[in-house]
């Protein structure tokens, strides 16, 4: 099967690996048939051992701009037009007083404390002054543009690494940072890293245009065959909804070890199970993660021969073919299948997916109860009122969903702003008629939802958003139903999923939601 060829290196397809760190990483690179690394300006640089070693064996770089948004400052409470001091939350040392850009609008600010940015002339310009939420992240354009000239015209240069994960309310930055780099090059890629349902709110038809996705199929239960073809068909039904066509490069578990994986090492088969699975899903390119040192937490796939093999001789193949030699999928694959094999440019709608949330969030869990601690939303849902919420007064928003999930990192901050928090999230599902479905659900972490106020699923413990995790069958009544959820956030990434099926697991037709 072959790869979809959205991007290429030297008219072949994009095959590549994190983690070199030498020239004898760089070798081995080499040696596995690959033509992509991630790396910094030296890599760049022809004059350097490094650098020219690229440029004669045709690896190209991806050179990361992360550092623009991660670890950046974000608003810590909404601001108004006309507000001339800005809060914010610090992260990284800020650079000179100069123009910040939040949205559309570019601001200049006098100085700037590690609560706020003091003295802004709001609308600079020529932009127009506007509201913004609290939790978005801060953009300086200059040190980026500065950052660019420097670097695009080496000829190593392959593209843009703009963002891995979830730093937070990262949409606003992304934007600014795909014109800023749009203006001094207009050919390369901006290629972001996403790792599953929640991640996807920072994502846009211009603010990138490569998703690189990545699931770590080898997880504490053991190696799970159907999370590298399913989860991928979900985030690209999100993605293009948004970006038809928009391409992507399939970045698989190439390591393993960590306190919160398996015993059991990655099997060479199971590593050319998950490149075979992402070439079914219409892969532009395949990275491997990673290249691992000689000490370090995890071992990477140049620590095991066998493994190595399986690496070199598929990529070694695809450079040979242009393509894969895909197995069937298992059967059980295809029956979760819901968008077709291979590259596709608009998603097939998937019914029953709720496609927005009124959202209130962050109270913080003092008492330290988790989904036993109660707030105001559960004696009651008025969503015009505003309450004492972590560190401010918090009132219902409203978004939509990523087919179906909603990511609360990403929309209200990042770190320990978030940790030890409680979200509700309220929506009214109508239904035609009186009937028996199926509620698929999912969060991070805890999580407790009532139909019209009575509890139907609860989960306790701490783990990751991935689609259809939890399968709930409950009588929706015909008319309205008010659903109310609760997720509780320990640390890291929070958000949840929701979607309903017909009481035999297939898509569900005629149901209505507000919002």
């Not at 030890?420 to 109508?430: D, L, P, R």
Request: charged share 20%; aromatic share 10%; glycine share 10%.
């Amino acid at each position: 099967m072959k790869l979809h060829s959205a991007y290429t290196i030297n008219g072949k397809p994009v095959l590549g690996t994190y983690g070199q760190t030498d020239l004898d990483a760089l070798r081995l690179v080499k040696e596995a048939g690959m033509n992509l690394v991630f790396g910094a300006a030296d890599l760049l640089d022809t004059t350097t051992e490094r650098g020219k070693f690229c440029l004669d064996n045709g690896i190209k770089v991806m050179y990361g701009i992360t550092g623009h948004v991660h670890g950046k400052p974000s608003l810590s409470d909404d601001i108004a037009e006309a507000q001339t001091e800005i809060p914010i939350h610090a992260g990284a040392p800020l650079p000179p007083p100069g123009p910040v850009q939040i949205d559309d609008e570019l601001i200049r600010y006098r100085e700037a404390t590690p609560s706020a940015l003091v003295g802004c002339e709001r609308g600079a310009g020529g932009t127009s002054a506007a509201p913004h939420r609290a939790g978005t992240i801060l953009f300086w354009p200059a040190p980026l543009a500065e950052e660019v000239a420097r670097i695009h015209d080496s000829p190593n240069l392959f593209g843009y690494y703009i963002i891995d994960d979830s730093p937070g309310n990262a949409l606003s930055a992304l934007r600014g940072m795909y014109r800023t780099v749009r203006r001094a090059d207009r050919e390369r890629p901006l290629c972001g890293g996403y790792s599953g349902a929640t991640t996807l709110h920072n994502f846009a038809a211009d603010a990138a245009d490569v998703l690189m996705i990545y699931h770590y199929p080898l997880l504490k239960t053991g190696y799970d065959r159907t999370m590298t073809s399913y989860d991928t068909q979900w985030m690209l039904t999100a993605a293009r909804e948004r970006a038809p066509g928009v391409p992507f490069f399939g970045i698989y578990q190439a390591f393993w070890g960590g306190d919160w994986n398996k015993q059991e090492p990655l099997t060479a088969a199971e590593l050319r199970e998950q490149m075979e699975d992402f070439v079914r899903e219409g892969a532009s390119g395949l990275i491997a993660f990673y290249l691992a040192p000689a000490e370090g937490p995890l071992g990477g796939w140049n620590h095991d021969a066998e493994m190595h093999r399986a690496v070199r001789e598929a990529n070694h193949e695809i450079l040979s073919s242009g393509g894969l030699n895909v197995a069937p999928e298992l059967e059980e694959m295809a029956r979760m299948r819901f968008q077709p094999a291979g590259h596709w440019v608009h998603p097939r709608e998937v019914p029953g997916i709720v496609p927005a949330w009124h959202v209130l969030a962050p109270f913080d869990d003092v008492e330290g109860k988790k989904l036993d601690s109660v707030f105001p939303p559960e004696q009651g849902i008025d969503l015009r009122a505003t309450y004492a919420g972590k560190g401010r007064m918090i009132r219902w928003l409203t978004h939509p969903t990523a087919a179906g999930a909603i990511g609360l990192v990403e929309l209200y901050g990042e770190g320990e702003y978030l940790s030890h928090c409680v979200a509700y999230a309220t929506c009214i599902v109508t239904s035609p008629r009186e009937q028996e479905v199926q509620m698929r659900f999912s969060s991070d972490d805890d999580a407790a939802v009532w139909f019209d106020g009575r509890q139907v699923w609860r989960h306790d413990g701490p783990r990751g958003v991935h689609w259809d995790s939890d399968v709930a069958l409950v009588r929706m009544p015909a008319g309205e139903t008010r659903i109310l959820v609760k997720v509780y956030n320990d640390v890291g990434q929070w958000g949840f999923f929701m979607r309903f099926t017909d009481a035999a697991g297939k898509p569900l037709e005629g149901l209505g939601f507000s919002p």
